[in-house]
């Protein structure tokens, strides 16, 4: 498979035919004839904007897609580290804040923000914390038709973040106990999930009339039926790591059509039955907060596929979203995020 895009070498060449074959051998070679790694994919900030810059994205359909999301939305209590996380050492914290957070939330938001129609499926507890979160959803343009109430006190997700912007994790135990297993699927253009437990016939289900997206279930054995699996390189075990297109189709089963693997800031690869290609990551000098980067990643993956992109371009697009996300985290909630390539 290659990533590479009509128009992207220099046309005009004939003048010098022997030149001219010189270098469509060599484009070929490049294209169908080489394993591309890491230091030779990695390209500086001009020239990876230059390329998306110069790409013209197609829109194939003239509204937008309504989404289902089978994700929580969190309330996040972030602590600003003064240092890494050692085993066994000490730490100490500048500031404690909580926000809103969550795969439901940032894929949500950011789907929003590129004017699709989202519904979000997911538990919010029934106190005025998270009375007033769910309407706050409603104020960003959430339908919350399919967000039940659940009766208890809104546990926040501790969120630790080093002075490199890493972060780490903290829920608590009870947060993701239940099976997702019955939902309406009608009228659903794009079902993404990014929940531990998720019935696989509903997914199956959804497979059959809607375009699937879900994240890598991080469960062994669970299965994921989808059509487009994504999974961060940091969540895999060394077995999923090391035959990565058979755990894919295992967890995915026949309707999927592309593995698409992130790893921070090296190049994401995707995997597919026409082979593997590798789309670059734009450099950023400092990353403050990394915290979303993955759940807006899917947003602009799921707004690209919509929009007729091919699996490529997609990825491309879906970069460049989490590009500027880890830049302005602001601009999430900002449309002129998205106007100088829409």
Sequence with gaps: MSCLHDGYFTPGLDADPELAETIRGETGRQQNGIELIVP???????????????????????????????????IDRVWRLTARLVAGGRNSYKSIDERYGGGGFYTGIALVTLKHRIRLAATIADDPKGRRFRSDLIKFGFDVEYVRMVAGQTKPVEVLVDPWGERTIIA????????????????????????????PRLMEAATERSLVVAQAPLEPGERRPCHFLVASHSDLSPAQKADPLSFARTAAGNALRAYIVTDGARPVRIYSADGDGTIPVCPLSQIDDSSGAGDVFCAGLIDALTRGLSICDSTLFANFLATRFLADRARLFDASLVDDVL
């Design 40 to 74: 030779e994919i990695m390209v500086s900030r001009q020239v990876w904007e230059g390329q998306l810059s110069s790409h013209a994205f197609p829109c194939e359909i003239s509204t937008m897609a309504t989404v289902l999301i089978i994700a929580r939305p969190n």
């Design 172 to 199: 608590p135990a009870t947060v993701e106990h239940g099976i997702v297993a019955d939902l309406p699927l009608d009228h659903i253009d794009v079902v993404y999930v990014n929940a531990r437990r998720v019935e």
